[in-house]
């Protein structure tokens, strides 16, 4: 498998450049074990149809100058039924509602998600939501109630990458969310500082966008998540509490001072927020969907996420089952539902591969430094490996 994925990252990155070429390091390279089955790419992408774009704006360096940088930021979209306007049944869930998810009001109400996701950072919400309409409206991606007459309500999620992002200088512009959305694409998805992840921080390393996916019973689960919560304390591998191993090294720098490794840092405050989207071709109805997103709390919480007061933990679940189902013209649709007695397998592979994205985000995450010289280490690969293998929880298969 390791030389499978070492293929695909070369054949990738053989042609032009692209924010597209995935980590040929992952969470399960680093022998971390994991359970359940994934599938091909092991990623949202594997829910056929689901397709993944990102921008990363990375330039600068030095002291913040509001305006100019250092910018550390992007913005992910991700289109459930690629550049077809098709909506899904969905639903969402907070853990902790710290946070922002535009749209979700008429997708509790009508059950659908007419638009694109998009995710990126707090302060860029605003354009990034004006950009999707414009794209809807260039690609005709919208279902008319009359000629040249509809409505959207984008779905537009944040976390805060204000620590090593100049996040008030508005680097995020109208033209990156629509190119974002114009190289969506199925197949592998980048991970680690890429995208909307670009700025994140996780668990007390650095943070940002992974993806996973399960497949069972013949359907498949996918999710993606911006990771940008907890603290070092929190971190918790495959049930070894690696993160209270590791609180006196690798210390973060936050405007010339070091976080972790000193009895004045604070070492146990929950931080910053996650953001997950589950996709999946299971026909699953939005009541169904509503409980689907819930169990991403429980891959949260395998990781250590408690969902604190600060952390803005929302997350959305979809469906592409059920093709047709949103249908201004007629007066009936029939739909296909599993049914609640078959669903426990989905919940299982929900909260797998959300612990699996999270931790595929910090494996591919590297050290980054940001506004004022602020710097935040990569999760150390070797360091975990023996901490895993000091608890017998190594995979050396």
């Known amino acids: 498998m390791r030389l499978i994925r070492l293929f695909l990252f070369l054949l990738l990155v053989s042609g032009k450049p692209t924010s597209q070429a995935q980590s040929p390091v992952r969470a399960r390279d680093l022998g971390i074990p994991l359970d359940g089955k994934p599938g091909v790419y092991n990623a949202i992408t594997d829910v056929k149809g689901v397709?993944?774009?990102?921008?990363?704006?990375?330039?600068?360096?030095?002291?913040?100058?509001?305006?100019?940088?250092?910018?550390?930021?992007?913005?992910?979209?991700?289109?459930?039924?690629?550049?077809?306007?098709?909506?899904?049944?969905?639903?969402?869930?907070?853990?902790?509602?710290?946070?922002?998810?535009?749209?979700?009001?008429?997708?509790?109400?009508?059950?659908?998600?007419?638009?694109?996701?998009?995710?990126?950072?707090?302060?860029?919400?605003?354009?990034?939501?004006?950009?999707?309409?414009?794209?809807?409206?260039?690609?005709?991606?919208?279902?008319?109630?009359?000629?040249?007459?509809?409505f959207s309500y984008p779905l537009v999620a944040e976390t805060y990458d204000g620590a090593l992002n100049d996040i008030n200088g508005f680097h995020v512009t109208k033209e990156h969310a629509m190119q974002a959305l114009d190289g969506a694409k199925s197949g592998p998805v980048a991970e680690g500082a890429v995208g909307g992840g670009t700025g994140m921080i996780c668990l007390g390393f650095k943070g940002g966008t992974g993806t996973a996916s399960r497949v069972v019973n013949g359907y498949t689960v996918g999710v993606l998540v911006q990771a940008n919560f907890g603290s070092r304390a929190q971190l918790t591998i495959a049930g070894v509490p690696v993160g209270q191993a590791l609180l006196d090294t690798l210390p973060w720098r936050m405007n010339g001072e070091p976080v972790y490794g000193k009895p004045k840092a604070k070492t146990s405050d929950e931080r910053g927020s996650i953001i997950a989207i589950v996709a999946t071709d299971a026909p699953l109805l939005p009541h169904q969907l509503k409980r689907i997103a819930q169990r991403v709390s429980l891959?949260?919480?395998?990781?250590?996420?408690?969902?604190?007061?600060?952390?803005?933990?929302?997350?959305?679940?979809?469906?592409?089952?059920?093709?047709?189902?949103?249908?201004?013209?007629?007066?009936?649709?029939?739909?296909?539902?599993?049914?609640?007695?078959?669903?426990?397998?989905?919940?299982?592979?929900?909260?797998?591969?959300?612990?699996?994205?999270?931790?595929?985000?910090?494996?591919?995450?590297?050290?980054?430094?940001?506004?004022n010289d602020n710097f935040v280490p990569a999760l150390p690969h070797e360091t975990i490996r023996k901490l895993l293998k000091q608890h017998n929880r190594l995979n050396t298969k």
């Open 299 to 371: 891959g949260i919480g395998k990781m250590g996420g408690v969902g604190g007061n600060s952390s803005g933990d929302i997350f959305l679940a979809f469906s592409t089952a059920n093709p047709g189902a949103f249908d201004r013209k007629a007066t009936t649709k029939p739909v296909e539902m599993l049914t609640n007695d078959k669903i426990d397998p989905l919940f299982t592979a929900t909260a797998q591969a959300t612990e699996e994205a999270i931790l595929n985000a910090l494996v591919a995450a590297k050290d980054m430094t940001g506004i």
């Open 51 to 150: 397709e993944v774009g990102m921008v990363t704006l990375s330039s600068g360096s030095g002291k913040l100058a509001v305006g100019k940088g250092p910018v550390r930021t992007g913005v992910t979209a991700i289109l459930p039924r690629g550049k077809t306007c098709d909506p899904v049944f969905a639903n969402w869930h907070a853990l902790n509602g710290n946070g922002e998810m535009t749209g979700t009001t008429w997708v509790t109400e009508s059950g659908f998600l007419e638009t694109p996701i998009l995710i990126t950072n707090t302060h860029s919400v605003g354009v990034v939501r004006d950009a999707t309409i414009a794209w809807e409206a260039a690609h005709k991606y919208y279902k008319e109630l009359a000629p040249d007459i509809w």
